[in-house]
């Protein structure tokens, strides 16, 4: 007889039920979290606290968790594979998921040498570039592919050194709320990443309009959708962040960043 | 001790008599009225909507110019519409040598930008003559080297121009918002819709002039004049893929919001509300002309200025005392004249703003302080002013005040300055003062805006990326990432 899992909702760094008690079974057995908007908030809250401490670790360290995170996906790759439906193309979104995590960690410590500059001022001024996390950032993850397109979207964010909140996909909840139990075992500092389940039409409108979170990306989302939240994300002039969800690029880790420019006087 | 404290008292009250010397402006022919650059012509305007452009520092009238409509900015798009097919597949070199022919020939009319830029803002001939215009003409001769370059930037992917883009500047510098917007553009191969404020329009006339003059081909700018309501319909056209905006906070989020759901690309540089921080080891006098150039340069006009002081509470009377006795010194008055250092208010609007705003001040329970300063009769004036005894909670303290006036606030560790300059909702510029270096680091490391001057305040130059953090707005001016939003890459 099997022991089942219970799932959960992942806030920071810890398992949880939704603080509403609710549940909804999306295909019709298993019982999945049903967040509310205070469960959201928490997770927002969560992510907000974690970002001081994860945007200061050295790139390096950013990167080998992330490779961590590929590690701990790779050694769990028969049940995603299980979780996916099974079968070949169910393996090869797998291993696009650990092949992502792999190619955002070694991007941590390289970014700034490529998205970063020193300017030629015309001036007695040393004056330099370099990106750095935007914050917060709200992920709606798409529902297709369900793991490798979540791992698309939070890698990026995750390698720039924000912290995100993530939306998994209403109808396919499974392959993001798994995925929490990696990034939980990947040294991954509690906060950091936050997944959370439930109806969209609840959650969304409340991500979109969150005053502290900095940036939103819509991979997940209908037109409609992205209409609506480009509406309310302007009260923050929040930045919202539009790609395929099977890109994977450096311009994605900067879509979620900020370009700082410095300058300082050269003289004796 | 005592001596030295009545020298400096005595300094202060010292006044140096100068002799007026105003810049000619015989040189300089503007017309009676303007119509709208669409096309490579101007043309006669669909709207009989007119207004006056008035020279703020006596409140006579310059010239008249258009409000466009909705036909003239259809008109307008369509002709960069039309252009862009050709400008966007002309040989990029040919790009290139427009530009520079641009750049060059606003080194050669310096002079006449200058003064036209400082009749019809109020800011002084100093300021227009030594920055404004030559950065002007920087700008376009830094993008122009991009525009055959940039498979070189963007490795990898395949830069691709956007299409037209609907650019909406301010008045506080018309001519440097224009090359800002406009050279970047053209640069990746962009058309151009842009609309110039409505109490600064005429060295965005007198630039379309030069596009005349360097012959772009027609099309590839288009400048409508107008207000608000003419900014709102070129960036709500349907044939406008890409929107820049620098203004306010308050009209960027109408404009985010408006063009929810379009799909139009879009930047925005807005307000701030930026900390000028001065730890106790900081060279107090050149700190001292640091927080002058911050705030009181260009009248307060000015998105990045250092309005909020930030002072290590050791040093805060020293400071104060230097400050103080610094601001008696500033001349105020006739910006044509080469010895102003604050010119006029750019408008009567924006005097009542200031105005509002510091009575506020002084009822919220701070202390005022302006230097004796005798403001002429005629025009929009405000003397430079400093408020001590400031709270956080102020509206002096929060709010973009775009005018000549500091609020000065008082911090004692290194983490309560940062606590203090990034409790805001703007996140555009920070300026930091410290001899020494890791501080320097340690303290650029954690501003959470997008430039940091540290040991000097209010540099620009084409290079170097400029905008901001949260809501001071997204997407960078300057530089190569400056490209990037007039860029598809994929």
Redesign the interface.
């Known amino acids: 007889m099997d022991v089942r899992k219970t799932y959960k909702l992942y806030v920071g760094g810890e398992f949880v039920r939704s603080e509403s008690g609710r549940a909804y079974r999306p295909d019709g057995s298993v019982n999945v979290p049903r967040g509310s908007r205070k469960d959201l908030r928490d997770a927002v809250r969560a992510a907000r606290s974690a970002l001081g401490g994860w945007s200061t670790r050295t790139a390096m360290n950013r990167g080998q968790i992330l490779y961590r995170a590929a590690e701990m996906l790779d050694g769990r790759r028969a049940q995603f594979v299980e979780v996916l439906g099974g079968g070949r193309a169910s393996a090869r979104e797998v291993e696009q998921a650990v092949e992502a995590l792999v190619w955002y960690a070694g991007w941590t410590d390289k970014l700034a040498q490529v998205a970063g500059?020193t300017?030629?001022?015309?001036?007695p001024?040393f004056?330099f570039?370099i990106p750095e996390p935007?914050g917060v950032v709200g992920i709606v993850a798409p529902e297709e592919p369900a793991l490798a397109g979540l791992v698309r979207r939070i890698a990026p964010a995750l390698c720039g050194g924000n912290t995100v909140v993530v939306l998994v996909p209403e109808s396919h909840p499974l392959p993001g709320l798994t995925l929490a139990e990696v990034l939980a075992t990947s040294d991954l500092p509690g906060g950091v990443v936050n997944v959370i389940a439930g109806y969209r039409k609840e959650l969304l409108p409340w991500l979109a309009a969150h005053m502290d979170v900095?940036a939103i990306d819509v991979a997940g989302c209908t037109?409609?959708e992205?209409?609506?939240?480009?509406?309310v994300?302007?009260?923050?002039?929040k930045?919202v962040v539009k790609h395929g969800a099977d890109v994977m690029?450096p311009?994605l880790i900067t879509a979620f960043m900020?370009?700082?420019?410095?300058?300082?006087?050269i003289g004796v | 001790m005592a001596i030295a404290k009545r020298s400096r008292t005595e300094l202060a009250t010292q006044r140096f008599e100068y002799a007026p010397a105003p810049e000619s402006t015989d040189h300089v022919k503007i017309e009676k009225r303007y119509d709208l650059f669409i096309g490579g012509h101007m043309v006669k305007a669909h709207s009989q909507k007119r207004f006056p452009t008035i020279n703020p520092a006596n409140e006579e009238k310059l010239s008249e110019v258009v409000e466009a409509d909705e036909v003239d900015v259809d008109r307008a798009v369509k002709a960069a519409s039309k252009a862009f097919d050709s400008w966007s597949r002309i040989g990029p070199s040919r790009r290139a040598r427009y530009l520079f022919r641009i750049s060059r020939i606003l080194q050669e009319r310096a002079r006449e930008l200058a003064v036209v830029e400082t009749m019809d803002g109020g800011k002084p001939i100093k300021e227009s003559r030594d920055v404004d215009i030559p950065l002007s003409a920087a700008h376009f001769f830094y993008y122009a080297g991009w525009a055959d370059k940039l498979e070189w930037a963007f490795p990898n992917v395949k830069p691709r121009p956007i299409g037209v883009a609907g650019q909406v500047i301010p008045w506080n510098f018309p001519l440097l918002m224009l090359a800002w917007k406009i050279a970047p553009a053209l640069a990746a191969g962009n058309t151009v819709v842009l609309k110039p404020a409505e109490t600064t329009p005429l060295s965005a006339m007198l630039f379309a002039d030069i596009c005349m003059q360097a012959e772009l081909p027609d099309g590839v700018v288009n400048i409508l004049t107008g207000a608000g309501k003419t900014g709102s319909l070129v960036v709500s056209h349907p044939a406008v893929r890409k929107v820049a905006f620098t203004g306010s906070t308050e009209v960027g989020k109408l404009i985010q919001r408006s063009l929810a759901g379009t799909g139009k690309r879009l930047t925005l540089e807005l307000g701030g509300k930026a900390a000028n921080i001065v730890f106790e080891d900081a060279p107090l006098d050149a700190a001292v002309e640091g927080i002058v150039n911050g705030i009181y340069f260009n009248q307060g006009h000015v998105c990045c200025a250092g309005s909020r002081l930030l002072v290590q509470e050791s040093i805060f009377e020293p400071l104060l005392e230097k400050l103080k006795i610094r601001l008696g010194t500033l001349r105020l008055g006739d910006p044509l004249d080469k010895n102003t250092d604050i010119g006029a208010i750019n408008s009567k609007a924006q005097l009542e703003k200031i105005a509002g705003l510091v009575e506020s001040g002084v009822e919220e329970g701070a202390e005022l302080y302006q230097p004796e300063c005798k403001l002429p009769e005629r025009g929009f004036w405000f003397p430079p002013t400093l408020f001590t005894n400031v709270s956080q909670s102020y509206r002096i303290a929060r709010e973009e005040i775009f005018g000549p006036v500091l609020s000065v606030l008082t911090f004692r560790t290194p983490d309560e300055a940062v606590e203090k300059a990034n409790n805001t909702p703007y996140g555009l510029s920070a300026g930091v003062w410290t001899d020494k270096g890791s501080r320097i680091l340690w303290m650029a490391e954690r501003m959470r805006a997008g430039v940091v001057w540290a040991n000097t305040f209010n540099r620009f130059d084409p290079t170097s990326p400029f905008g901001g953090y949260k809501e001071s707005g997204y997407g960078r001016e300057g530089g190569l990432h400056g490209l990037l939003p007039y860029l598809e890459l994929n």
């Not at chain 1, 994300?233 to 002039?237: G, I, K, R």
């Open positions: 500059n300017n030629p001022v015309a001036g001024y004056n570039t935007t900095n037109p409609e992205v209409a609506s939240i480009e509406k994300a302007a009260e923050n002039v930045r690029s311009h900020e370009m700082k420019t410095v300058w300082h006087p």
